[in-house]
């Protein structure tokens, strides 16, 4: 089961994701909930580095390869970790 919710973005803040969720090749309410979630994630200290999780992330989707969202997190968190 899930649930919604909803989120009140600025023009800024909804334009910024709207780019990003472009370069990553997904909806930015998909890209929002991969944010939630990554924040969302135990054992990970307050303040983590999810903008340079994100540029890795846009790094990789300019690589022409097809994308695999699932993969793509994993690939973020994983790095998200090492920077631990």
């Not at 919710?5 to 930015?28: E, N, W, Y």
Request: aromatic share 0%; proline share 4%.
């Amino acid at each position: 089961m899930t649930t919604a919710i909803t989120v009140r973005l600025d023009d800024d803040d909804h334009a910024a994701l709207a780019r990003q969720a472009a370069l990553l090749r997904v909806q930015p309410g998909t890209l929002a909930r991969m944010l939630v979630h990554a924040g969302l994630t135990e054992g990970r200290p307050a303040g983590s580095d999810v903008h340079a999780a994100i540029d890795r992330l846009v790094r990789r989707s300019r690589q022409g390869r097809p994308l695999d969202a699932v993969t793509l997190v994993a690939d973020a968190r994983a790095g998200l970790g090492e920077q631990q």
